[in-house]
Structure formats: structure tokens, C-alpha cells
């Protein structure tokens, strides 16, 4: 069992930046891939970026490509989002998730963490 804790979420300024991290208990998330999806009000959640248990190559939405960062410490359990260049079509609430298997885009994740809200203002 895994549990995910997000934190980092906030207001900020078109054009700042944030750091999400999602820190997770339980050894087996250093066998998880890990993932942050967002989900805006009215809009189904979607996938920002994803990364391997190893850490190797993240994988990221086009929306994102060049302006996200995910990166993993798996001696600290923790996932992190660095997020520059921030847009108001960014605001959403940011979800971590982790699984052992399965398609890393979709959102069939077996652990879910609460959420935290990005709000970026123009």
C-alpha cells in the first residue's frame, strides 16, 4: 500500500513558477512509475507528465513539453514538478499518482493523492 501527499500548489503570476512535490510512503515506490495529472473545472483529468522507477527520460504532455520538469528521489520517497513558465490554462488541481504497471498516460493509476491547486493568474 502507497500513500501520496502533494504539496506546493498556490497562486502565482503568468509567466512564475511552482515546485509540486508528492512525497509517499511505503518502500514499493521506488518500484512505482510516477505520474502528475491536473484537472481543470468542467474538464476530465489529464495527464502532465510521467516517470519511470529508475527516474530515466520523463515523458510529458505536449502542453508542458519544455516548460515542465518531473524528476523522482527515491532514497527521499518523493516526486517532484517543477513548473516554469506558468499560463492561466495551467490552473488546475494537480493530482501525483503511482502504479507497478499499466499505460503511464492514462489515468488508471492504482494510488491516488488528494490534489493540490495551482492557480495562475494573467
Known amino acids: 500500500q502507497v500513500q501520496l501527499v502533494e504539496s506546493g500548489g498556490g497562486l502565482v503570476q503568468a509567466g512564475g513558477s511552482l515546485r509540486l512535490s508528492c512525497a509517499a510512503s511505503?518502500?514499493?515506490?521506488?518500484?512505482?512509475?510516477m505520474a502528475w495529472f491536473r484537472q481543470a473545472p468542467g474538464k476530465e483529468r489529464e495527464f502532465v507528465a510521467a516517470?519511470?522507477?529508475?527516474?530515466?527520460?520523463?515523458t510529458y504532455a505536449d502542453s508542458v513539453k519544455d516548460r515542465f520538469t518531473m524528476s523522482r528521489d527515491n532514497a527521499k520517497l518523493t516526486t517532484y514538478l517543477q513548473m516554469n513558465s506558468l499560463k492561466p490554462e495551467d490552473t488546475a488541481v494537480y493530482y501525483c499518482?503511482?502504479?507497478?504497471?499499466?499505460?503511464?498516460?492514462?489515468?488508471?493509476?492504482?494510488?491516488w493523492g488528494q490534489g493540490t491547486q495551482v492557480t495562475v493568474s494573467s
Open positions: 511505503g518502500r514499493s515506490f521506488r518500484h512505482y512509475t
Open positions: 516517470i519511470s522507477y529508475s527516474g530515466g527520460s520523463p
Open positions: 499518482a503511482g502504479q507497478s504497471s499499466g499505460s503511464i498516460t492514462t489515468a488508471t493509476y492504482g494510488y
